[in-house]
């Protein structure tokens, strides 16, 4: 058995980061930025008022109470030309309208009183610039918005889109093929025959693979046939940039993903990994297709996406090498987390939620490999490294895996 880490680096090691490509910024949410955009205009684009109210010359308001003439109207969008507030003088503005020749301040409203002959009382004094929103004051003409390698978020898109920034230059979306392997397996809703069992592992690969990011190639089931395995992997290599399997990886006599990865691949190295679930793994490139063997039991399979897989594609599609993993973080045993000594590290299926500033896991039930209801159930994996595992209050690392929840009370 070999660790996890050297799996897992060896597995990286031999992922590329693909291709930069240009795109329409909408679209880029979750891809990672190749090169930086730097703003070729400020926001905002011009100084503006931050608050419904009038324009006055601050100085005029000294002693308030005072009373003004109002000598016109600005409202968002329209154009300050022309408009000028002189001494004694104010101008209604709204939020965001561009500020008028001549002011200095604004008063709010809330601090004016409408009186008849079109003038206004000011309550209280203001001061020069007093709700004042400076061009540029959000982004500086020139200013590099967002950096190289940064994964785009939803507010990214409304940055680059403030800028008027419509394409942006990413690394480009893996295409990832997935296909399941085992002669026991079925699709579809028929009545299952005597030995037969439906195919769970690539729909949520597919799924995973989806939210991570990555376009899905979706291959189907391939029967226990080493000509059939062969040709699905030998076609997926000429369309997919990198490929899931499940199943036929182990120590049976029919696990053909193994035996057909080493004749394509000059690189396939099979491991047996000291973690449980997850242990066996195979991993080569056929051609220049990572390909990555998983366990064919529901849990193993999606464990090891996590573990290996999941960190690969977020390689090649430019994440940075301190952006790869979920977040593992230290937490407390709310139940006893138990296991037994064996040379592995267990990661088991958990329910981790947030209790007065901690985390707090629980089991979220038996932990078989082929118990995936389990883990629907679980949304983060604890790490328990090699012997009796934690009891309750102890100290135990967590990756999060899903959503963190409050404490059900
Ligand atoms: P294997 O790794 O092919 O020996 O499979 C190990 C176990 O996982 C067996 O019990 C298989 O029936 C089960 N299994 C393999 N592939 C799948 C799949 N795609 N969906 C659900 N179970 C599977
Ligand atoms: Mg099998």
């Known amino acids: 058995m070999i660790p996890l880490e050297e799996a897992r680096a060896h597995v990286l090691a031999r992922v590329q980061r693909l291709d930069t490509v240009e795109r329409e910024t909408d679209a880029a949410r979750g891809l990672v930025l190749a090169e930086p955009v730097v703003a070729a205009e400020p926001v905002p684009p ?15 308001t000294e002693g308030a109470p005072v009373e003004l003439d109002v000598v016109g109207t600005l409202a968002a969008g329209a154009d300050p030309a022309g408009v000028h507030v002189g001494a004694g003088q104010a101008v209604r503005i709204m939020t965001g309208a561009a500020l008028p020749e001549g002011a200095d301040a604004i008063v709010m409203v809330e601090a004016t009183t409408v009186l008849d002959g079109g003038r206004v009382r000011i ?17 500086a003409l020139g200013d590099v918005v967002v950096g190289a390698g940064t994964v785009l978020t939803a507010v990214h898109l409304g940055v680059l889109a403030s800028i008027g920034a419509a394409k942006v230059s990413v690394v480009r979306r893996a295409r990832v093929g997935v296909l399941s392997t085992g002669d026991e397996l079925v699709e579809g809703t028929a009545p299952l025959r005597p030995g037969q069992l439906r195919d769970s592992n690539r729909h949520s690969l597919i799924a995973h693979v989806a939210a991570d990011g990555c376009k899905v190639v ?39 993903v193994k035996a057909v990865l080493s004749e394509l691949s000059d690189d396939m190295r099979w ?63 709310g139940g006893p987390l138990l296991r037994w000594p064996d040379g592995k590290v267990h990661f088991a299926r958990v329910v981790a939620c947030v209790d007065g500033g901690q985390i707090v896991v629980r089991s979220a039930g038996g932990q078989g490999s082929h118990q995936l209801a389990v883990m629907g159930a679980a949304n983060a994996l604890a790490v328990l490294p090699d012997g009796d595992g934690v009891d309750t209050g102890g100290a135990v690392d967590v990756i999060v895996t899903g959503e963190l929840r409050p404490l059900p009370r």
């Open 271 to 333: 491991m047996q990994m000291a973690i449980r679930p997850a242990k066996p793994f195979a991993f080569g490139t056929v051609g220049t297709m990572p390909v990555f063997g998983l366990p064919g039991n529901p849990v193993s399979s999606l464990v090891s996406y996590e573990l290996l897989a999941r960190p690969s594609l977020r390689k090649m599609m430019g994440h940075p090498d301190d952006d790869l993993d979920r977040p593992r973080l230290a937490a407390v045993a």
């Open 123 to 139: 309550a209280t004094a203001a001061a020069r610039e007093d709700h004042f929103r400076r061009a540029g004051e959000d982004i």
């Open 218 to 256: 979706d291959l189907g089931l391939v029967r226990d046939d080493r000509d059939a395995v062969a040709a699905a992997i030998t076609g997926a290599s000429m369309s997919c940039d990198a490929l899931l399997t499940s199943g036929g990886v182990s120590m049976g006599d029919y696990d053909e």
């Open 46 to 60: 011009f100084d503006n008022s931050a608050m419904d109210g009038y324009a006055v010359r601050a100085a005029d």
